[in-house]
């Protein structure tokens, strides 16, 4: 499967925060439509370096992906590669003792050859939105999310619950060793978006008005506006997402029919 993207928008801003939490790779100044991995990261613990575990992850993320990765990532190493960053939280911390607490959520996609690889942690989220529906969406590791799921209150009291972002999976070091939930999405097509954020965005704005803003805006830059734009007037929180459009999708063997058409074409 051959997966094309149009161009990325990334945004990561303070919000109504001191300071920023949240860290994406890569940075939006530096990201087109060639790059396959995409990380958003929301660093939690306030005074106890939120910011710092939120880059520390991307950059050792990005750092194992770029040394060990062949092909499609596994689920194993995905998760190698979040056992590295729990190593590398332990050395900033060995280094650095008021660190200690700091952790982060993690939302990581990758473009490959089989279909977007999909893993995270926490409750930053990933959809994928098609003709403005959402087709998927990963499900939050957080305490109110256990409890719609256990029946004790309802996903509507979920979003006023006074411990919403209480989160039950996190990236903190080995001594809290915790592993992604990964999905491997291969019902991809031409338009489909990916929509990555932290909490600060579904903070502000209902999944009703997310699936609005997609099925009734026409450009990737227009959407990335509106949601900005919502965000910098309602947000508490920090917020930062990757908005992906998919451009073109050919599978392999249609793919290769098409270079080999082309090549006798020219011969």
């Known amino acids: 499967m051959n997966i094309t993207l149009a161009r990325p928008y990334a945004i990561s801003e303070r919000g109504g925060r001191q300071n920023n939490e949240d860290f994406i790779y890569p940075l939006s100044e530096l990201v087109d439509s060639e790059q396959r991995l995409f990380i958003v990261c929301d660093g939690v613990g306030g005074a106890d370096k939120g910011e710092i575990a939120s880059s520390l992850a991307c950059e050792s993320l990005q750092t194992f992906f770029a040394t060990f990765l062949e092909g499609d990532p596994t689920e194993e190493l995905i998760n190698k590669a979040v056992q590295y960053t729990e190593v590398r939280f332990d050395e900033y911390v060995s280094q650095h003792p008021e660190a200690k607490g700091m952790a982060t959520t993690m939302t990581l996609l990758y473009v490959g050859e089989t279909g977007i690889t999909i893993a995270h942690i926490g409750d930053s989220r990933v959809y994928q939105f098609r003709d403005g529906q959402g087709i998927y969406q990963t ?129």
């Open 139 to 267: 499900e939050d590791h957080s305490l109110v999310n256990s409890l719609v799921k256990l029946g004790k209150i309802t996903a509507d009291e979920a979003e006023h619950h006074p411990q919403k972002n209480v989160i039950t999976r996190a990236i903190q070091g080995t001594d809290f060793p915790v592993d992604a939930e990964i999905t491997l999405l291969t019902d991809i097509r031409p338009g489909d978006y990916f929509f990555m954020c932290t909490d600060g965005v579904t903070d502000c704005i209902q999944p009703e008005t997310l699936s609005a803003i997609f099925s009734q805006t026409t450009s990737t830059e227009s959407i990335k506006n509106i949601i900005v734009e919502l965000c910098s007037v309602k947000a508490r929180d920090n917020y930062s997402f990757y908005l992906l459009q998919v451009q073109d999708v050919q599978n392999s063997s249609n793919y290769k029919q098409y270079i080999l058409s082309f090549l006798y074409m020219i011969i």
